[in-house]
């Protein structure tokens, strides 16, 4: 199998604070995992690719300062939204894959709502 | 820019029927192809992946890569409410990212 949890599945906060969203696989190391954001009936993007030890690549309008990638282990990478605000509320989505150009499989999906 | 061009749907399709969803792509070097369903409010969940010219089957789906016309297709036979989801082609070139389509919403109707 291939199994991805992520935590929390849901999360309401206030502008201004931080929210962090942890992504496990749980039965296998993943060299490499995703972190996509998708806005209510509208496609995957790609916020960033992080490999494990080293520093997340973040795609071309994503802020690396305001959303912060930890991938510390093989099972473990975790996404850090700083002083978040309204607009940030989204869908934001994990993915692990054992290697950089394998399958993905994605987590459950961690739901963001800012007041 | 590499793309992944998807039908947006609705796909109407009745219980019992074949369902088949077509996805084209942009880049001819594309390697990888990959077929996820996603629920409504749910995150994405692979289906098929396919490398290769040529049908893989899988219970009742099956996919189907032709790199000479750059399309791969799903068919989904025996179709089932429980498959009514938007499906998402994806594609990938060499080490670069996946390329989503924007997902074919498909219904199938009892």
């Known amino acids: 199998g291939a199994v991805v949890s992520q935590h929390p599945s849901r999360v309401i906060c206030k502008s201004g604070t931080s929210v962090k969203i942890e992504c496990r696989s749980l039965?296998?190391?993943?060299?490499?995992m995703f972190w996509y954001r998708q806005f209510p009936k509208q496609s995957l993007m790609l916020m960033a690719t992080?490999?494990?030890?080293?520093?997340?690549?973040?795609e071309q309008g994503v802020e690396k300062d305001k959303f912060l990638i930890n991938h510390a282990s093989l099972t473990l990478s975790t996404l850090t939204v700083t002083s978040a605000h309204p607009e940030d509320s989204s869908f934001y989505i994990c993915?692990?894959?054992?290697?950089?150009?394998?399958?993905?499989?994605f987590g459950p999906g961690t739901r963001l709502t800012v007041t | 820019q590499k793309e992944v061009e998807q039908n947006s749907g609705p796909l109407s399709v009745p219980e019992g029927a074949i369902a088949s969803l077509n996805c084209t792509y942009s880049?001819?070097?594309?390697?990888?192809f990959f077929w996820y369903r996603q629920y409504s409010g749910k995150s994405p969940e692979l289906i098929m992946s396919?490398?290769?010219?040529g049908d893989k089957e899988d219970g009742r789906f099956t996919a189907q890569l032709n790199k000479a016309s750059q399309y791969v297709s799903l068919l989904i036979r025996d179709s089932q409410p429980s498959d009514s989801a938007t499906y998402l082609c994806?594609?990938?070139?060499?080490?670069?990212?996946?390329?989503f389509g924007t997902g074919t919403r498909l219904t199938i109707i009892p």
């Open positions: 880049d001819r070097g594309s390697q990888s």
């Open positions: 039965d296998f190391q993943a060299t490499t």
């Open positions: 992080s490999n494990e030890g080293s520093k997340a690549t973040y």
């Open positions: 994806a594609a990938q070139f060499g080490n670069e990212k996946l390329t």
């Open positions: 993915s692990a894959s054992r290697s950089p150009y394998g399958e993905q499989y």
């Open positions: 396919i490398y290769s010219n």
